[in-house]
Every structure is written in C-alpha cells, then in structure tokens.
C-alpha cells in the first residue's frame, strides 16, 4: 500500500526479491536456477506469495465499482436492487413442409448447417396443401440460437412424413449471460441518472430493467403532452423483437395513462423497437506478409461489431474516419485506400432511433 493504494506484487516481483534476498545471505554464487534444490523452493514460495498477492487485491477491489467483478460486482449491484441478467433460450418459428394431414409432435428436432438446434413446442397438423408454421425454440440457451431467415433447414431424424423445414423469419431472444462490463454499465447509470417521478432517467432505468434491453432512448412529449417514447435495443444492441417490445411495454405501461406499470398516472407510453441502419462496407487493402485476406476480414468484422455494440443510441452518424481506423488496427492491415460506407465516401447518418448493423464487408488488394 502507498498514497496511490494498493499494488499488487506478481510471481516475478516475489521472486525477484526472494532471489536477492537469497544472494544476499549465501553470497552471489548461490544457485538460485529454476533445476536447483533453493531455485525450486524459492519459485515454490513465489507463486503462493502471489496468488495471495492476487485475492488480497480482489478484497481491496471489492468495494470499488469500477475494478471489482465477478461475485464482488454482483454484490454492488444488489446493494442498488439489481441483480445480473441469466441466459435464455432463442425462439422463432418453422415452416414445415410434408404429407396434408400429418401430426407432427410437439419435439421435433431441426438445426442450422452449423449445428445449432431448436425443438418444437407444440403439436402441429399439416394443412390439405401439406405445409404448417410452428412454434420452435432452441435447444441451448445464448445468443448462438438467434440465427437468421432461411437458415434451419437440416432434419435431424429423418421423417418420411417431412420433406422440408425452414424459418421464414429470424430467431430471436438468446441472450448471454449478462458480461460484467454490461452489468457495471447499469449500475453506473442508475447510480449517474437518479430518477425523479418519472424523468426520463427514471423511464431509461425501466427499460432496462427488463431482462434482453441492451440499450433505450427516451423521447418525453413525442405525441403531445403526457406522452413519452421508449425505443429499445436487445442485448446485442440490435431491433428488439416484438416479444422484448410487449415485454417492456407491459412493465412500464400496460394500461396507458392508468399507472398500472412503473410509469406515473397520466403518462401514455409507447415502446417500440429500434430501426437497423444497415451498413456495408468496402476497401482497397495492402496486407502484411503472411496474412490471409478472408482472416482479415474476420478479424476486421470483430472490430466493427464491438464497436457498433457500444455505438447503439451514442453516435448520431457512422464516421468513416472511425471505421477506417478500426481498419488500420487490424492484424495484418499495413494501410487502406478507397474505403465507402454503403457506396459512399461520405459519414452515414443515423436518426435518433437508428442504431449500425454491419452488413457486408468486401475487402480487396
């Protein structure tokens, strides 16, 4: 400890002063090596010196929001009445296609090419013309079950019955685990924006106290006095689905001006989701020696999509400086030329309820 807190000594700093220590009393020919009998014991002292260096720092960081995480972030958070956010399941719909009149039951299995699955939750009878809709929800729990349209087409058990599966319409819903950073970010709001009778700092924090909502923007007087907007993102930071829509309206407003939700008497809301602004990008790339171009392109699409994540509802255009310096800081990018953003040279606006949706990326040499 000094006057800027605790600092945390590592194996090499304990072994470092152990080793001195030891030359210091037995003379600078010692064998202090890693193979010697002393050189082991030392190492041996080192690593439980600095894995209690290590818990001693988790106990110093316990109380402060901005370094504790884990158990001691989750107790903070419940010291404000908020607890972390569990995973869920994925859920969506199938379009079946097999013999008119066929009851399919409720547990067929279907996947993506990848191998994510989903079962079906009820019981469906194809029609006369042999097709049916029905609801399905996936097999495991994560935002590796939203998958897009058209993508759940493999059968997993065979059914003479069946000829085809596929879903018209995105899955949506997975969630994650709340990461920690996410769950600090809702502490540091509620702590940073207090509500007051329903401000709109109080109508943000509602919003996100609804289990999925990654992000929301207010809009107080949108339809006239007493009205107030709430536009939402999902933990992904993109559209909310109508389901996370109902949800959040239902918690906040579910009998308009009634106050039967967390909002006041007399106010009217209305949720709604955000609106994707899909945008594609292009450039000429040079390439380090070695790197490979679609690996770059991967790489370059990680960049993007955390950057966009943390964009959502805070940036009122997609800067193409930005995006160009993402590029820049990719592994194996030596420099860039010719970059556009949806066919244009120039910044893409965003209205106030738009947030970024990487679409495509083409990269060239």
């Known amino acids: 400890m000094d006057e800027q807190g605790f600092k945390r000594l590592r194996f090499v700093d304990f072994l470092d ?38 818990r001693l720092e988790d106990v110093y960081n316990s109380a402060s929001l901005n370094a504790s995480t884990g158990a001691n972030l989750y107790k903070l958070g419940g010291n404000d009445g908020l607890s972390i956010y569990s995973e ?5 719909q199938l379009t079946v296609m097999g013999t008119p009149g066929y009851v399919l039951q409720a547990g ?13 939750m009820e019981d469906l009878t194809l029609s006369a013309t042999g097709n049916g809709i029905v609801e399905i929800m996936a097999m495991e729990m994560g935002s590796a079950g939203n998958v897009e349209a058209h993508k759940i087409t493999v059968i997993i ?16 819903d ?20 207090p509500g007051t009778s329903g401000n709109k700092a109080d109508y943000l924090r509602w919003s996100r106290e609804v289990p999925g909502v990654g992000a929301a923007r207010v809009f107080p007087l949108w339809a006239g006095p007493k009205t107030v907007k709430v536009v939402i993102a999902d933990a992904e930071k993109l559209p909310a689905s109508a389901n996370l829509v109902a949800e959040v309206q239902a918690y906040i407003d579910p009998d ?3 106050g039967e939700g967390q909002a006041p008497i007399g106010a009217v809301v209305t949720v709604s989701a955000a609106v994707a602004k899909t945008i594609n990008i292009a450039a000429k790339v040079a390439l380090v020696s070695g790197y490979a171009l679609q690996d770059v392109i991967e790489a370059f699409r990680l960049k993007v999509e955390d950057w966009r994540k943390k964009a959502a509802f805070e940036v009122s255009y997609i800067s193409q400086a930005v995006l160009g310096a993402l590029l820049l800081g990719t ?11 949806n066919g244009s040279g120039a910044n893409i606006a965003l209205t106030d309820e738009e947030v970024p949706l990487l679409g495509t990326v083409n990269l060239g040499v």
Do not use: C
Request: hydrophobic share 35%; aromatic share 8%; no cysteine.
């Open 331 to 341: 592994d194996g990018v030596l420099d860039y030329s010719s970059l556009t953003l």
């Open 108 to 120: 067929f299995l279907g996947a993506t090419d990848s191998g994510v699955r989903f079962e079906t």
């Open 17 to 54: 002063e152990m080793t001195d220590k030891a030359k210091s009393a037995f003379g600078d020919e010692v064998d202090t090596s890693e193979n010697s009998p002393l050189g082991m014991i030392l190492r041996l002292f080192a690593w439980h010196l600095g894995k209690e260096d290590e």
């Open 174 to 193: 997975g969630r994650d685990r709340e990461t920690d950073l996410a769950f600090r970010e809702r502490i540091l709001q509620r702590k940073q924006n």
């Open 88 to 92: 869920e399941f994925a859920s969506g």
């Open 256 to 258: 308009p001006g009634l």
């Open 157 to 172: 058990n065979p059914n003479p019955d069946v000829f085809s599966i596929t879903n018209v319409t995105p899955t949506k």
